[in-house]
């Protein structure tokens, strides 16, 4: 029987000039996709990653029969790909003679993400396998490029997630990392939105400014770090009470809330990262934690992960997005709200697209609103000095500070990852090891 032709490549050099492209997130679960992935919603299993075990539906007999023909000559049936370009599998199969299908792990626009049995180094990893259409294909082998770098660089690998391995596989590039445990998103969505303890936010917010620091002293910007993007090292957790707000009796298990065992977190989805250049205007960041000068249209650079540091903290504290909309005016009259007024230089200087939301130096806010709900979500929120002060009840006064530095309008005011790290919001009399 004629082998089936695997293409490895060596690990090389590939320009990752600026493109304009979706966002992606190897961890977002598709809505429609949620059916098939059998998500077991509210077990208490003490192990986030077991609340989704994703398995494919399909008939037994089909299933067996399958699997006994993998197993006689290693390689699955050839299968046509979805309408969509996504690589179509059954669990069992092996995905090259390496490594063994477990089960789905996630899925989004770029593609999926398989939980695989690597026979050659005897542990569990990821593998990530890219629509065969050709612009997932260029931003895979842009993020290839940039996690060869970072792994260059990054020795120890505690900032990035690993990259194992890559292959090209029936027209798929597959990307094999390492195992992790759940975004810092699936871990606030399993527990209800419930917010993070301080202490634990200023470990994750520490780890997330020493990536970003590394990121960019290698002259690499992220453009979209969000909860999502942002893994535990580890899925285990343990359960705390947590009356806030209640008045039943503190065995009532609904008023409890999970926090992570360990602290660690790495960064992933690298498909998006571009070297700093001047003039860089092009849509970057997932809407909830873009930056005012993308909005405005003026040129980005490494501030922009600032901001979306700033918004990502503020989440953690809160458990809820900063910025909930989707449409440009409501997001910065949101951002006013929060923060005070946009600065009239930023303004005046916003690109042909955004200079509709202004009018006579000012956002036109809220003449310029499309409904009245959108005045009415705007007009509920609250200053950023109050929404802190809710839900955090010791270090507010830094964290507050710390969050006026990175939430500056002007990015040439905001404060770069170094400076931030030296906040004393991170000084050692406030940590607590988790």
Known sequence: ??????????????????????????????????????????????NVTSFAPSRAPQDHNSTTSHL????????????????????????????TSRYKIHGKMGEGTFGQVLECWDKERKEMVAIKIVRGIKKYREAAMIEIDVLQQLGKHDKGGNRCVQLRNWFDYRNHICI??????????????????????????????????????FMHDLRLIHTDLKPENILLVSPEYIKVPDYKGSSRSPKDSSYSKRIPKCSAIKVIDFGSTT???????????????????????????????????GCI?????????????????????????????LPQHMLRKADRHADKY?????????????????????????RLQNLIMQHVDHSAGDLIHLLQGLLRYDPLDRLTAREALRHPFFSRDHFKRY
Not at 10 to 34: E, F, L, T
Not at 75 to 89: C, Q
Not at 363 to 378: C, F, M, N, Q
Request: aromatic share 10%; with cysteine; hydrophobic share 35%.
């Open 275 to 309: 070297y700093d250049r001047p003039d860089q205007s092009y849509i970057v960041s997932t809407r909830h934690y873009r930056a005012p000068e993308v909005i405005l249209g003026l040129g980005w650079s490494y501030p922009c992960d600032i901001w979306s540091v």
């Open 176 to 213: 094999v990392f390492e195992k992790l445990g759940p975004s810092l998103y699936d871990f606030l969505r399993k527990n209800n939105y419930r917010s993070f303890p301080i202490d634990l936010v200023r470990e994750i917010g520490r780890q997330l400014l020493e990536c970003i620091a």
């Open 358 to 382: 202004i009018r006579k130096g000012r956002l036109d806010w809220p003449e310029g609103a499309t409904s009245r709900e959108s005045i009415k979500a705007v007009q509920k929120l609250p």
């Open 1 to 46: 029987m004629e082998m089936e032709r695997v293409t490895e490549f060596p690990m090389s050099n590939v320009d990752i000039g600026p493109r304009k492209r979706q966002r992606i997130g190897w961890d977002v679960v598709h809505p429609a996709a949620k059916a098939q992935l059998g998500l077991f919603y509210g077990q208490d299993v003490g």
């Open 313 to 341: 903290l503020v989440e953690l504290c809160s458990g809820e997005a900063l910025f909930q909309t989707h449409e440009n005016l409501e997001h910065l009259a949101m951002m006013e709200r929060v923060l005070g007024f």
């Open 68 to 95: 006994k023909r993998v197993a006689h000559d290693g390689s699955p049936p050839w299968r046509e790909d979805d309408k969509d370009g996504h690589y179509m599998f059954a669990l069992g199969d092996n995905l």
